[in-house]
């Protein structure tokens, strides 16, 4: 069965600082990933998307994030966080035409501090 | 990618009554879900609803509690029945579907549902 894994589920961060939220996944065939960002209140907004090619996608509001097969891995990055980006992070998984359902891990939660 | 409304966005129900959730999609979609988020954890699939047939439940959802209906191939309802405080949570819609091409799985902006 697909799952994901978000080991951390709170971190905090300077405002300006590197950010790397972590996400790992299983999956039986070729995985379709996805890092969403809910804001407090909002609904769930899609940073970027991986199925294919370049291992590292870039997505909007300056956020990237790396495929590595062999880790089975998928970790957003950015590399100045804002104010703006305290949120929930989901990572999932799904399948690449949609005849499955999206697996969530259980999110982080993102502070910035000053 | 598709473009998704949900209604209503919030509302706040009596325990024991039941509300009906809409989502209308501006295309024409092979595949539907229903997702419930309850407070502070990740989202959680209740089930997959195809056109013509009935919704997929997934384990500890039944249709007597989410009976859903999937009329055509932009539309869709799910029902929260007999509703208890433990349904607070927000329900979300999304599809899916090659219509939506690879870049599928849009998401509704959800229902945030309160009982009291």
């Known amino acids: 069965a697909q799952s994901v894994t978000q080991p951390d589920i709170h971190i905090t961060v300077s405002e300006g600082a590197s950010l790397e939220l972590r996400c790992n996944y299983s999956?039986?065939?070729?995985?379709?990933l996805f890092w969403y960002v809910q804001s407090p209140g909002q609904g769930l907004q899609l940073l970027l998307k991986y199925f294919s090619g370049d291992t590292l996608v870039q997505g909007i509001k300056g956020f990237e994030a790396e495929f590595k097969r062999s880790q089975s891995s998928f970790n957003l990055r950015k590399p100045s966080v804002h104010w703006s980006d305290a949120a929930e992070y989901f990572c999932?998984?799904?399948?690449?035409?949609?005849?499955?359902?999206?697996?969530f891990g259980t999110g982080t939660r993102l502070t910035i501090i000053p | 990618s598709a473009v998704i409304s949900q209604k209503p966005s919030r509302d706040i129900c009596q325990r024991g009554t039941s509300l009906t959730i809409q989502c209308q999609v501006d295309s024409q979609v092979t595949m539907m879900f229903w997702y419930r988020q309850q407070p502070g954890q990740s989202l959680t699939l209740i089930a997959t609803a195809n056109q013509g047939s009935e919704a997929t439940y997934e384990s500890g959802f039944v249709i007597d509690k989410f009976p859903i209906s999937r009329p055509n191939l932009t539309f869709s309802t799910l029902t929260v029945s007999n509703m208890s405080p433990e349904d607070s949570s927000i329900y979300l819609c999304?599809?899916?579907?090659?219509?939506?091409?690879?870049?599928?799985?849009?998401f509704g902006s959800g229902t945030r549902l309160t009982v009291v």
């Open positions: 999304s599809v899916a579907g090659t219509n939506t091409g690879r870049y599928g799985y849009t």
């Open positions: 999932a998984v799904g399948a690449l035409f949609g005849n499955e359902k999206l697996t």
């Open positions: 999956y039986g065939a070729t995985p379709y």
